[in-house]
T-cell receptor, first 113, second 117 residues
Framework: GNSVTQMEGPVTLSEEAFLTINCTYTATGYPSLFWYVQYPGEGLQLLLKATKADDKGSNKGFEATYRKETTSFHLEKGSVQVSDSAVYFCALVRNSGYSTLTFGKGTMLLVSP | GAGVSQSPRYKVAKRGQDVALRCDPISGHVSLFWYQQALGQGPEFLTYFQNEAQLDKSGLPSDRFFAERPEGSVSTLKIQRTQQEDSAVYLC???????????????FGAGSRLTVL
C-alpha cells in the first residue's frame, strides 16, 4: 500500500536559518507528491506539489524536488521566518481515479526571532 | 462559497452521545472527502463522495460512523454512540471532478474538533 514517512519534530530554528524537512514515500505506480501546511487554528493549505519525477514544486520560498530514484520529496527553504512556524505534512496521491491523499504524520516547525 | 466551511468548529460530547458534523464544500466541487486527524498524527481518509454517491467508505473505522451527501452538496458525518477514541479533528475537503484540471488538489476546511468525555 501507499505510505509516507517524514522526519519527526519539532524542528526548532532561528530566523533566517536553512530548513530541510525530510520526506520519503512508498507507492505503487507514479504518484503525485504534495506538501501541505497547517497554521495554528487553521485548515490544511496546499504549499506546493510535483506530479512527476524530477519536477520541482515551489511556493513562498519553499521548494521540493520529486526524486523517483530515492523515493523522496524533501522540503527546503533557504531562510525561514517566524511566520513559517506551523505543522508541515508530506502527502501523495495516486494519479488515477479520485484523489485519496495519504499523509505523513506531520513535522512541527518552530522558528524563533 | 469561497472555501470549505465546517461546523461546529468544536464539539464536546459525553460518551454514548450521537454527533453530527457538517461540511459545506466549494460550489461546483463534485468530489468531497472526509478525513480524521488524531492528535499529533496526519489526517487519515474516511470516505469519499462524487456528487451524492458515496464511492468509497473504506476508511470508516466502524459501523458507528455514517456519512451522507443527499443532494450532492452539503455533507454530514454522523457518529453514533461516541467513544473516547473518536476524539479527533474531522476534516472535510473538496475538489473538482476527477477528469478536470486540479482534481488532485484538495481544498480543506478548518475542521471540527470533537472531544468525547
Amino acid at each position: 500500500g501507499n505510505s509516507v514517512t517524514q522526519m519527526e519534530g519539532p524542528v526548532t530554528l532561528s530566523e533566517e536559518a536553512f530548513l530541510t524537512i525530510n520526506c520519503t514515500y512508498t507507492a505503487t505506480g507514479y504518484p503525485s507528491l504534495f506538501w501541505y501546511v497547517q497554521y495554528p487554528g487553521e485548515g490544511l493549505q496546499l504549499l506546493l506539489k510535483a506530479t512527476k519525477a524530477d519536477d520541482k514544486g515551489s511556493n513562498k520560498g519553499f521548494e521540493a524536488t520529486y526524486r523517483k530514484e530515492t523515493t523522496s520529496f524533501h522540503l527546503e527553504k533557504g531562510s525561514v521566518q517566524v511566520s513559517d512556524s506551523a505543522v508541515y505534512f508530506c502527502a501523495l496521491v495516486r494519479n488515477s481515479g479520485y484523489s485519496t491523499l495519504t499523509f505523513g504524520k506531520g513535522t512541527m516547525l518552530l522558528v524563533s526571532p | 462559497g469561497a472555501g470549505v466551511s465546517q461546523s461546529p468548529r468544536y464539539k464536546v460530547a459525553k460518551r454514548g452521545q450521537d454527533v453530527a458534523l457538517r461540511c459545506d464544500p466549494i460550489s461546483g466541487h463534485v468530489s468531497l472527502f472526509w478525513y480524521q486527524q488524531a492528535l499529533g498524527q496526519g489526517p487519515e481518509f474516511l470516505t469519499y463522495f462524487q456528487n451524492e454517491a458515496q464511492l468509497d467508505k473504506s476508511g470508516l473505522p466502524s459501523d458507528r460512523f455514517f456519512a451522507e451527501r443527499p443532494e450532492g452538496s452539503v455533507s454530514t458525518l454522523k457518529i453514533q454512540r461516541t467513544q473516547q477514541e473518536d476524539s479527533a479533528v474531522y476534516l472535510c475537503a473538496s475538489s473538482p471532478p476527477p477528469q478536470e484540471a486540479g482534481a488532485n488538489v484538495l481544498t480543506f476546511g478548518a475542521g471540527s474538533r470533537l472531544t468525547v468525555l
